[in-house]
């Protein structure tokens, strides 16, 4: 635990982090423009290199917030499914104290897993707006299930590594103005959502199986059918970036993403709120990682899938809320 303190000082969440992300948490979010609150800065925090040259970020138009690092002199390459990419700073700094040989030499995504899958299987090119670039990954970290279906196709070796787990809630603007209670309200009439759209993210599945506990089969249809055709669903592609931005913009009343998204927007002084989703129609997702079998760096990305399990890391994630994988077999 002190060396997740330690590396925890070293990181720099400037400001809370409220003006870094989204923007400043202190406004209204119906009443500011969308730059104020655009995501996601953090004044270099999240950018393990030594020499960041040129200083040029423009929001809404020039910016690349789930791409860290310098993938031409990198030693590491870590894709990873964005759901924790608030952790992957301090997780990044800690790995580097303990291979200081690789300090600013990391290089890591955190776009959604069903999207770095797709990287991989094209060679790992990838293009944002008129860039093109290619970078190969070492190591893939996912939800368990896609981890096994990347081994399975052949392109990482196996096992797949658990490491941690997550929950569902609710994510809700701090004042809560459509009186969000339960997974059923967010199938009343008038309700906006944000949600996951399945068809690219992992959580989006799990978040159809949530709702199919707590309202059946014409729950998912209401959220994921009717009110996707009537405008008050808006599907995201990137929802731990989107999803927070619409409801501080006042764009959507509710989704519904991983607690520690959530738990990260609240620490670090955001609008944001949660309603908690009961154990019994909750879903928990196991997270793991695997060795990529065309690793550029195999001997590095071993050393993060071990690091992963690790005392130090795990005292990173638990401070996010996720909890420790445990075998139950």
């Known amino acids: 635990m002190m060396a997740f303190r330690s590396t925890m000082q070293r ?24 730059e104020q609150f655009f995501p996601p800065w953090s004044h270099g925090a999240n ?14 138009v020039d ?37 200081p040989q690789l300090q600013g030499q990391i290089y890591y995504e955190t776009i959604p897993p069903g999207l ?44 797949a590594v658990p490491y941690v787990t997550n929950t569902l809630t609710i994510m809700i603007p701090k004042d809560n103005p459509a009186h969000i209670r339960a997974l ?6 008038g309700v906006r959502l944000v949600m ?15 709702l199919a506990k707590a309202g059946g089969e014409a729950l998912v249809k209401i959220v994921y059918d009717s009110k996707v055709h009537s405008g008050e669903t808006y599907l995201t592609r990137v929802h731990h970036r989107q999803s927070p931005l619409y409801l501080m ?42 060795l990529l079998k065309a690793a550029p760096h195999p001997q590095a990305g071993q050393q993060w899938v071990d690091f992963l399990r690790s005392p130090n890391a795990l005292a990173i994630f638990e ?5 420790p994988y445990v075998d139950k077999n």
Request: net charge negative; glycine share 10%; aromatic share 10%.
């Open 11 to 34: 990181i720099v969440w400037p400001a809370a982090l409220a003006c870094s992300l989204f923007g400043a948490s202190t406004a209204s979010a119906a009443s500011e423009s969308a």
């Open 196 to 210: 996951p759209n399945p068809a690219f993210e992992g959580i989006g599945r799990q978040i159809q199986q949530s």
């Open 249 to 290: 913009l006042g764009r959507a009343d509710a989704g519904i993403t991983w607690q520690s998204e959530a738990a990260f927007q609240q620490e670090v002084g955001n609008p944001i709120g949660q309603v908690s989703i009961p154990e019994y129609q909750n879903v928990t997702a196991s997270y793991a990682a695997a």
């Open 47 to 60: 950018d393990p290199v030594k020499n960041r040259g040129l200083e040029f970020t423009v929001p809404e």
């Open 116 to 159: 770095l899958v797709e990287q991989i299987k094209k060679n790992g090119t990838i293009t944002v707006g008129n860039m093109t670039w290619t970078v190969r990954a070492d190591v893939y970290a996912a939800g368990q299930d896609q981890v096994e279906g990347l081994i399975d196709e052949g392109y990482a070796g196996g096992p």
């Open 184 to 189: 059923t309200d967010l199938g009343k009439p």
């Open 63 to 99: 910016n690349l917030p789930d791409f860290h690092g310098d993938p031409m002199t990198a030693k590491l390459v870590v894709f990873v499914g964005g759901n924790y990419f608030f952790a992957m700073a301090p997780l990044v700094a800690e790995f580097e104290r303990q291979h």
């Open 319 to 323: 401070h996010y809320g996720f909890k």
